[in-house]
């Protein structure tokens, strides 16, 4: 059985933590903000005590809709002005870097939402920052659900053998929305930067660091109906496959299209002798395992096999939490997020590295790695020393 994390596992103890105040204030006040009001909203000794937005109304407005006394229009001001513990940057993808950067300068924490940066330079000047400062960086996308945390539990040579491949996705109609998503010029990218990560991050999550990347990014849908029928001119990438090596060539097939009629967000393990599959075919998580009956694990039929369980109280067994408890969790204990700052900018490296591949045909090697908070055993990855 894995070690998981004591910061996200409720099958032990319980935080020993004092319940320090937390001040924290928004940089970006669109819509996705809104979820992390309304996360801090249920916690104790958290608050936002400012908001910023380009506009300063719409900073106004944020702040009135839920509570918070004071709004500026130039973080540079609100990071002066206001005694802040940390801060969350919700503003559009290009806009990440520089309030980011701001604030850990001036010493603060920071949750940061996907993608890191548009840049990898931008990525590595983030991560390297933060290190420098001892400050939490937590960059999105949180991962750490019951779900993905009960999957980690079963990615073992006794349930599904030798790892020999894996597939992930998320793809979906396109944004709603007829703003800056589909404008190269402020997005610096479409799905590769705005759904790609998903699957990404959560197939390095289960498996740890990759070597390269080889991908095919392109745009199939110039000229798209979006929201109430609105015609728009897109010019970002919306039609991507990438193909992932890991070290013991093994390859894991991700792919993100904007152009479904219904929305497909899962991940496949595959092994030698069963599979893992996280949100697949209506269910949340089921093990394929022919070799090993789960014990505690509900028997269904997926896809037509036998031999297929569903963990549910291996599940359970995870404390639910959501991106805003977590951070405050990481700010309280000083420790850093288990996706730390090296893995996700892994997971940036990858997607830049897609982009890359794609403009050059070749295959693009990465230069990065890190220390996975659930590590493997290597074993599960040897495909060749043996017959299997």
């Not at 931008?122 to 400062?133: G, I, N, Y």
């Amino acid at each position: 059985m894995k070690q998981i994390v004591d910061t996200i596992n409720s099958k032990g103890d319980r935080y020993w933590m004092k319940m320090k105040p937390i001040k924290l204030g928004m940089i970006g006040s669109g819509h996705v903000s809104s979820r992390y009001f309304e996360q801090v909203a249920k916690l104790e000794n958290v608050e936002f005590v400012a908001t910023c937005a380009r506009h300063l109304e719409h900073a106004e407005q944020k702040a009135a809709a839920y509570g918070v006394p004071r709004w500026y229009d130039d973080y540079h001001v609100m990071l002066e002005k206001e005694e802040l513990d940390a801060v969350v940057v919700t503003t559009p993808h290009s806009a990440h870097a520089e309030p980011v950067m701001a604030a850990l300068e001036h010493g603060l924490h920071v949750m940061n939402e996907k993608p890191m940066a548009t840049s990898f330079d931008d990525c590595k000047r983030m991560v390297t920052l933060a290190e420098q400062k001892g400050a939490i960086f937590m960059s999105l996308p949180f991962d750490l659900h019951p779900i993905l945390l009960a999957a980690a539990e079963y990615v073992n040579e006794q349930y599904i053998g030798k790892i020999t491949g894996a597939e992930a996705q998320l793809s979906l109609p396109g944004p709603w929305r007829d703003n800056w998503y589909y404008n190269k010029t402020v997005a610096h990218g479409g799905a590769v930067l705005d759904c790609l990560v998903y699957p990404v991050s959560r197939l390095v999550a289960l498996l740890g660091p990759a070597v390269s990347v080889m991908a095919e990014v392109g745009t199939l849908i110039p000229k798209r109906i979006v929201g109430d029928g609105k015609k728009v001119n897109s010019d970002v990438d919306d039609n991507v496959t990438v193909i992932v090596r890991f070290a013991g060539g093994q390859h894991a097939v991700i792919r993100t299209l904007w152009g479904m009629s219904f929305k497909q967000n899962h991940t496949l393990i595959y092994g030698r002798s069963g599979t893992i599959a996280l949100n697949d075919s209506g269910y949340p998580l089921v093990i394929h395992s022919p070799k090993q009956a789960l014990p505690d694990a509900e028997p269904v039929s997926w896809r037509g096999l036998p031999d297929c369980y569903v963990p549910r109280q291996a599940i359970a067994s995870f404390q639910a939490k959501d991106a805003m408890t977590y951070f405050t969790d990481c700010i309280r204990s000083g420790k850093q997020p288990v996706q730390s700052g090296r893995q996700q900018l892994h997971v940036h490296e990858i997607m830049f590295g897609a982009y890359r591949s794609a403009e050059s045909g070749r295959r693009y090697d990465l230069s990065t790695t890190f220390t996975p908070w659930d590590k493997l055993d290597a074993a599960i990855f040897d495909t060749r020393s043996d017959y299997i």
